[in-house]
Structures are given as C-alpha cells and as structure tokens.
C-alpha cells in the first residue's frame, strides 16, 4: 500500500464545475504539499499546510489531521486548469518528501 | 516564474556515459532538493543540501553523486547511466532545511534520455 493515495486518478470536468481532488496518508506528518505540473512538465508549488484550510483565487486546500486526509477544491474550473495535481507529505525526515502518484484533470470547454 | 534554474532542459546520452545537471536555486534559498520523476516511479526524492552541506538522502544509487557548491548552486552527477535512468530531473529550492516549514519552489527540470 502506497502512503500517499490520491483519488481520483483521472477526472474530466466541464468549465464551471466545481472539482475535488483528495489524498489520503498514512504516516504522521509535519506538512503536506499540493503541485500543479503542467503538460510541459513544470511543478508549481500550489499550496503547503499543516491544519486547517488555505485559499488562493479560485483553489482551497483543506487538510484533517486526525484523518489523515486533505482535499484540494477548484470552483469555477477552467481549461486552464488542466494538469496533474500532486499530493507530497513531509514525513517528518528532512528533506524526504513523500509523493502521491497524481490525479490527472482535464477541463473541457 | 520560480527563481529556480536548472541546466539543461534536454539531454540525449548513451548507455555508460555520465552527465551533469545544474541546479541554481531562487535567490536566498539555503536548501536544494533533487528529485527523479519516471514513468513508472512518479516522483521520488534524491537527495537534499543546506547552505553546502548534505542534509539528507532518500532513493539515490551509488552511481549518483550531488554537491552544493559555495555559492549554493547544485550539481547532480549521474554516471554509467542505464536506459532505466531515462527521467525528468527536478530541482527545488527553499528557505529553510526541511519541506515541513517553508514552500518549495521547483525549477522546470531536466529531461534524460539515455539511448
């Protein structure tokens, strides 16, 4: 068993819709890294935390600590959002990021 | 754009061959990490250095060697490369020495192709 499962691994949206991608862990963590990495290959860093939730434009991250789970949200999705999002968590070994294998998204007109 | 330069973008080689990716991070961070993405693998952690020093290593063979240069600039050193060792090479950078307090900041990678 992986511990980092995201889901789901592929997801194909129309513009507008709201859309959710989830991760789940299994090891005790200190943080927790969402990335975009476009079909170019580029990895942007999109969001880090530790608890709660985080808001920037139209993308939230929430994560629960006690569930070992976090979602990554987009409302009003556009094509432009399409890429594979990557979950990544800090184990707590520094420096050793643990990746998830990605949720590919797809965003039709 | 992230601040994170990585040389080159492409690189063809042959089985048996060494190659060198360079890795310069965003101004002012002391941290730089090295990451190998396969199609089969996903993204796996290499190694990491702070400000010149080896600070922790992950899924690197014996036949890769890094260092941090004093102006902090990075160097990854593969050598008797495999066709298995055909990737995406990323570099991140941050401010701090681990990836549970400060944001990454991933340079646009280096792809390998080992024929």
């Known amino acids: 068993k992986n511990e980092v499962e995201q889901s789901p691994q592929n997801l194909t949206a129309q513009e507008g819709e709201f859309i959710t991608i989830n991760c789940s862990y299994s090891v005790g963590i200190s943080a927790l890294h969402w990335l975009q990495q476009h079909p170019g290959g580029g990895i942007v860093s999109l969001f880090m935390?530790?608890?709660g939730k985080k808001k920037h434009g139209r993308l939230i991250a929430t994560i629960n600590i006690q569930e070992k789970h976090s979602s990554l949200h987009i409302t009003a999705s556009h094509p432009r959002d399409s890429a594979v999002y990557i979950c990544a968590v800090d184990g707590g070994s520094q420096g050793n990021l643990i990746f998830g294998k990605g949720t590919k998204l797809s965003v039709k007109p | 754009d992230s601040g994170v330069t990585q040389t080159p973008k492409h690189l063809i080689t042959a089985t048996g061959q060494r190659v060198t990716l360079r890795c310069s991070p965003r101004s002012g961070d002391l941290s730089v990490y090295w990451y190998q993405q396969s199609l089969d693998q996903g993204l796996q952690f290499l190694i990491q250095y702070y400000n010149g020093e080896e600070r922790a290593k992950g899924n690197i063979l014996e036949r890769f060697s890094a260092q941090q240069f004093p102006d902090l600039h990075s160097e990854l050193n593969l050598s008797s490369l495999e066709l298995g060792d055909s990737a995406l090479y990323f570099c991140?950078?941050?401010?701090?020495?681990?990836?549970?307090?400060?944001?990454?900041?991933f340079g646009n990678g280096t792809r390998l192709t080992v024929t």
């Open positions: 935390l530790s608890s």
């Open positions: 991140a950078s941050s401010f701090t020495s681990g990836t549970g307090n400060s944001p990454l900041h």
